[in-house]
């Protein structure tokens, strides 16, 4: 037998997958957040024994 669901078991059902996704999406950001490190790197080749400015490095 099969029901017709009403508009508030609708309802319901749309915030479960809606609050599911965002929480999905929320734990893989912070799996990201928490995995990752922000560091100084060179932004273009460097040669053996070049001084080293800050225009030369950016933040990744």
Do not use: C, H, P, Y
């Not at 599911?20 to 995995?35: D, F, K």
């Not at 490190?37 to 950016?58: C, F, H, K, P, Y």
């Amino acid at each position: 037998m099969k029901r017709k669901l009403t508009g508030s078991a609708t309802a319901a059902v749309m915030v479960f997958v809606v609050s599911t996704a965002l929480a999905g999406v929320l734990g893989v950001r912070q799996v990201e957040r928490l995995s990752t490190q922000i560091a100084w790197v060179a932004s273009s080749d460097l040669a053996a024994g070049q001084t080293i400015g800050r225009n030369m490095l950016e933040q990744r």
